[in-house]
Protein backbone atom coordinates (compact mmCIF):
# COMPACT_ATOMS: atom_id res chain seq x y z
CA UNK A 1 0.00 0.00 0.00
CA UNK A 2 1.29 3.21 -1.36
CA UNK A 3 1.09 5.58 1.99
CA UNK A 4 1.43 9.62 0.98
CA UNK A 5 1.29 12.64 2.48
CA UNK A 6 0.47 16.41 1.78
CA UNK A 7 2.30 18.58 3.14
CA UNK A 8 2.62 22.91 2.83
CA UNK A 9 5.80 24.60 4.11
CA UNK A 10 5.15 27.74 6.41
CA UNK A 11 4.94 31.23 4.49
CA UNK A 12 6.45 34.47 5.79
CA UNK A 13 3.18 35.72 7.78
CA UNK A 14 2.52 32.71 9.62
CA UNK A 15 2.59 34.34 12.82
CA UNK A 16 -0.55 36.47 11.31
CA UNK A 17 -2.54 33.56 11.32
CA UNK A 18 -6.34 33.77 12.78
CA UNK A 19 -6.65 33.10 16.25
CA UNK A 20 -10.32 32.01 17.88
CA UNK A 21 -9.33 30.88 21.28
CA UNK A 22 -6.02 31.65 22.59
CA UNK A 23 -4.21 34.97 23.15
CA UNK A 24 -1.79 35.76 20.60
CA UNK A 25 1.80 35.08 21.27
CA UNK A 26 5.17 36.22 19.41
CA UNK A 27 5.92 32.57 17.00
CA UNK A 28 9.62 32.31 16.29
CA UNK A 29 9.52 32.11 12.18
CA UNK A 30 13.00 30.27 12.32
CA UNK A 31 12.37 27.73 14.48
CA UNK A 32 8.77 26.93 13.05
CA UNK A 33 10.19 26.32 9.65
CA UNK A 34 12.76 23.72 11.52
CA UNK A 35 9.74 22.43 13.48
CA UNK A 36 8.13 21.75 10.19
CA UNK A 37 10.92 20.12 8.23
CA UNK A 38 11.33 17.70 11.32
CA UNK A 39 7.78 16.79 11.41
CA UNK A 40 8.20 15.98 7.46
CA UNK A 41 11.71 13.89 8.10
CA UNK A 42 9.28 11.81 10.96
CA UNK A 43 6.73 10.96 8.03
CA UNK A 44 9.27 10.09 6.40
CA UNK A 45 11.04 8.20 8.57
CA UNK A 46 8.02 6.32 8.97
CA UNK A 47 7.77 4.92 5.31
CA UNK A 48 5.30 8.19 4.03
CA UNK A 49 6.49 10.08 0.80
CA UNK A 50 5.68 13.74 1.20
CA UNK A 51 4.43 15.69 -1.41
CA UNK A 52 4.51 19.29 -0.92
CA UNK A 53 1.48 21.63 -1.83
CA UNK A 54 3.19 24.65 -3.45
CA UNK A 55 2.91 27.47 -0.28
CA UNK A 56 0.86 30.24 -0.25
CA UNK A 57 2.73 33.13 1.08
CA UNK A 58 -0.26 35.56 0.86
CA UNK A 59 -2.13 33.29 3.57
CA UNK A 60 -0.62 33.20 7.10
CA UNK A 61 -2.90 29.50 7.68
CA UNK A 62 -1.64 27.65 4.73
CA UNK A 63 0.48 25.50 6.35
CA UNK A 64 -2.16 23.82 8.76
CA UNK A 65 -3.24 22.52 5.19
CA UNK A 66 -5.46 19.62 6.55
CA UNK A 67 -8.79 21.94 6.21
CA UNK A 68 -8.12 22.36 2.58
CA UNK A 69 -9.98 19.16 1.87
CA UNK A 70 -11.22 15.49 2.77
CA UNK A 71 -10.01 12.78 1.36
CA UNK A 72 -11.53 8.89 1.45
CA UNK A 73 -10.46 6.27 -0.68
CA UNK A 74 -9.94 7.72 -4.38
CA UNK A 75 -12.62 11.09 -3.68
CA UNK A 76 -10.88 14.20 -2.14
CA UNK A 77 -13.72 16.45 -0.86
CA UNK A 78 -12.19 19.87 -1.49
CA UNK A 79 -13.45 22.12 1.19
CA UNK A 80 -14.81 25.45 1.63
CA UNK A 81 -13.02 27.16 4.65
CA UNK A 82 -15.72 28.91 6.98
CA UNK A 83 -12.78 31.83 7.27
CA UNK A 84 -12.68 34.17 4.25
CA UNK A 85 -9.18 34.86 4.75
CA UNK A 86 -8.50 31.11 3.91
CA UNK A 87 -10.52 30.38 0.93
CA UNK A 88 -7.68 31.32 -1.34
CA UNK A 89 -6.15 28.02 0.19
CA UNK A 90 -7.64 25.22 -1.43
CA UNK A 91 -7.03 25.45 -5.22
CA UNK A 92 -3.71 24.43 -5.15
CA UNK A 93 -5.02 21.41 -2.76
CA UNK A 94 -6.96 20.75 -5.26
CA UNK A 95 -4.18 21.00 -8.02
CA UNK A 96 -1.86 18.34 -6.30
CA UNK A 97 -4.27 15.95 -5.70
CA UNK A 98 -5.52 16.01 -9.16
CA UNK A 99 -1.89 15.14 -10.29
CA UNK A 100 -2.03 11.74 -8.23
CA UNK A 101 -5.23 10.43 -9.62
CA UNK A 102 -7.77 10.99 -7.29
CA UNK A 103 -11.73 12.22 -8.34
CA UNK A 104 -12.81 15.85 -7.36
CA UNK A 105 -15.49 17.09 -5.19
CA UNK A 106 -16.65 20.42 -3.88
CA UNK A 107 -18.17 21.98 -0.88
CA UNK A 108 -20.44 24.73 -2.13
CA UNK A 109 -21.72 27.92 -0.81
CA UNK A 110 -23.64 28.19 1.21
CA UNK A 111 -22.20 25.51 3.25
CA UNK A 112 -18.49 26.07 4.84
CA UNK A 113 -16.50 23.20 5.84
CA UNK A 114 -12.67 22.71 7.01
CA UNK A 115 -10.84 19.60 6.72
CA UNK A 116 -9.53 19.81 10.78
CA UNK A 117 -13.43 19.52 11.75
CA UNK A 118 -13.44 16.15 10.33
CA UNK A 119 -12.12 12.66 12.03
CA UNK A 120 -12.64 9.26 10.02
CA UNK A 121 -12.06 6.31 11.90
CA UNK A 122 -12.87 3.60 9.32
CA UNK A 123 -16.37 4.04 7.28
CA UNK A 124 -17.32 6.37 10.15
CA UNK A 125 -17.31 10.27 9.72
CA UNK A 126 -17.31 12.85 12.57
CA UNK A 127 -17.99 16.38 11.51
CA UNK A 128 -17.67 19.47 13.99
CA UNK A 129 -20.47 21.62 13.78
CA UNK A 130 -20.58 25.05 14.92
CA UNK A 131 -17.19 26.79 14.30
CA UNK A 132 -15.86 26.90 11.05
CA UNK A 133 -18.16 24.16 9.37
CA UNK A 134 -21.58 24.74 9.18
CA UNK A 135 -24.98 22.08 8.53
CA UNK A 136 -25.61 22.41 5.05
CA UNK A 137 -21.09 22.09 4.83
CA UNK A 138 -21.84 18.86 6.88
CA UNK A 139 -24.45 17.46 4.78
CA UNK A 140 -22.60 17.69 1.09
CA UNK A 141 -19.97 16.11 2.93
CA UNK A 142 -22.19 13.47 3.74
CA UNK A 143 -24.09 13.11 -0.02
CA UNK A 144 -20.27 13.07 -1.09
CA UNK A 145 -19.45 10.38 0.98
CA UNK A 146 -21.99 8.16 1.25
CA UNK A 147 -21.24 6.33 -2.12
CA UNK A 148 -18.21 5.30 -0.36
CA UNK A 149 -20.63 3.64 2.11
CA UNK A 150 -19.74 6.34 4.73
CA UNK A 151 -21.74 7.46 7.27
CA UNK A 152 -21.61 11.03 8.39
CA UNK A 153 -21.86 12.05 12.09
CA UNK A 154 -22.29 15.67 13.11
CA UNK A 155 -20.83 16.75 16.20
CA UNK A 156 -21.01 20.02 18.72
CA UNK A 157 -17.75 22.00 18.42
CA UNK A 158 -17.81 25.09 20.65
CA UNK A 159 -14.63 24.67 23.07
CA UNK A 160 -12.01 24.41 20.49
CA UNK A 161 -11.37 25.60 16.59
CA UNK A 162 -11.89 22.24 14.99
CA UNK A 163 -13.23 18.83 16.18
CA UNK A 164 -9.69 17.72 15.36
CA UNK A 165 -8.47 20.31 18.07
CA UNK A 166 -10.37 18.25 20.70
CA UNK A 167 -10.39 14.83 19.59
CA UNK A 168 -8.53 12.21 17.13
CA UNK A 169 -8.55 8.47 17.20
CA UNK A 170 -6.00 5.56 17.89
CA UNK A 171 -5.35 3.16 15.91
CA UNK A 172 -8.01 0.83 17.25
CA UNK A 173 -10.99 3.42 16.78
CA UNK A 174 -10.86 4.50 20.65
CA UNK A 175 -11.43 8.83 20.61
CA UNK A 176 -8.94 10.42 22.85
CA UNK A 177 -9.23 14.04 23.97
CA UNK A 178 -9.07 16.66 26.49
CA UNK A 179 -12.23 16.16 28.22
CA UNK A 180 -12.12 20.17 29.44
CA UNK A 181 -12.72 20.91 26.20
CA UNK A 182 -14.68 18.10 24.22
CA UNK A 183 -18.32 19.09 24.01
CA UNK A 184 -19.98 15.87 24.10
CA UNK A 185 -17.22 13.17 25.24
CA UNK A 186 -21.14 10.95 25.31
CA UNK A 187 -20.45 10.88 20.95
CA UNK A 188 -17.93 8.43 20.88
CA UNK A 189 -18.97 4.99 21.98
CA UNK A 190 -14.64 4.83 23.24
CA UNK A 191 -13.85 7.80 24.66
CA UNK A 192 -10.28 7.79 26.22
CA UNK A 193 -9.83 11.09 28.46
CA UNK A 194 -6.14 12.15 28.15
CA UNK A 195 -3.98 14.16 30.56
CA UNK A 196 -2.88 17.14 28.64
CA UNK A 197 -4.21 18.99 26.01
CA UNK A 198 -1.80 18.19 23.22
CA UNK A 199 -2.47 14.65 24.23
CA UNK A 200 -6.16 14.80 22.40
CA UNK A 201 -4.12 15.13 18.92
CA UNK A 202 -2.30 11.83 17.17
CA UNK A 203 -1.77 11.43 13.72
CA UNK A 204 -2.14 7.76 13.09
CA UNK A 205 1.35 6.28 11.25
CA UNK A 206 -0.22 1.94 11.21
CA UNK A 207 -2.19 0.08 12.60
CA UNK A 208 0.22 0.14 16.60
CA UNK A 209 2.18 3.54 15.73
CA UNK A 210 1.12 7.03 16.45
CA UNK A 211 3.05 10.98 15.84
CA UNK A 212 2.11 13.23 18.38
CA UNK A 213 3.30 16.35 19.87
CA UNK A 214 6.15 16.48 22.68
CA UNK A 215 3.97 18.65 24.67
CA UNK A 216 2.24 15.64 26.18
CA UNK A 217 4.67 13.53 28.10
CA UNK A 218 1.97 12.07 30.64
CA UNK A 219 -0.12 11.28 27.42
CA UNK A 220 2.66 9.39 25.50
CA UNK A 221 3.52 7.69 28.43
CA UNK A 222 -0.12 6.41 28.61
CA UNK A 223 -0.38 5.38 24.78
CA UNK A 224 2.71 3.48 25.43
CA UNK A 225 1.19 1.87 28.32
CA UNK A 226 -1.46 0.27 26.01
CA UNK A 227 1.37 -0.76 23.99
CA UNK A 228 1.33 2.08 21.38
CA UNK A 229 5.09 3.10 19.88
CA UNK A 230 4.82 6.96 19.98
CA UNK A 231 7.12 9.17 17.40
CA UNK A 232 7.18 12.78 18.88
CA UNK A 233 7.99 16.11 17.57
CA UNK A 234 8.37 19.51 18.77
CA UNK A 235 5.34 21.69 17.37
CA UNK A 236 5.67 24.71 19.60
CA UNK A 237 5.43 27.45 17.19
CA UNK A 238 2.19 26.11 15.65
CA UNK A 239 0.49 25.25 18.97
CA UNK A 240 0.56 29.07 19.86
CA UNK A 241 -1.24 29.46 16.52
CA UNK A 242 -4.05 26.71 17.58
CA UNK A 243 -2.63 24.07 15.06
CA UNK A 244 -1.84 20.11 15.94
CA UNK A 245 -0.04 17.23 14.42
CA UNK A 246 -2.95 16.50 12.31
CA UNK A 247 -3.32 20.24 10.58
CA UNK A 248 -0.37 19.93 8.80
CA UNK A 249 -0.68 17.06 7.17
CA UNK A 250 -3.22 15.49 5.07
CA UNK A 251 -2.62 11.61 4.60
CA UNK A 252 -3.26 9.51 1.62
CA UNK A 253 -3.42 5.64 1.65
CA UNK A 254 -4.14 3.29 -0.81
Not at 16 to 26: A, F, I, K, M, S
Not at 27 to 52: F, I
Not at 61 to 70: L, Q, Y
Not at 111 to 136: C, F, I, M, S
Request: hydrophobic letters at 45%.
Amino acid sequence: MTTRALVRRPGPRLADGLLTHLERQTVDLDLALRQWESYVAALRAEGWETVEVPAADDCPDAVFVEDTVVVLDDLAVISRPGADERKPETAATEVALRSLGYRIAHIEAPGTLDGGDVLKHGRTVWAGLGGRTNAEGVEQLAAHLAPLGADVIGVPVAKVLHLKSAVTALPDGTVVGFAPLVDDPEAWDAFLPVPEEGGSHVVVLDGSSVLMATSAPLTRALFEERGLRVVAVDISEFEKLEGCVTCLSVRLRG
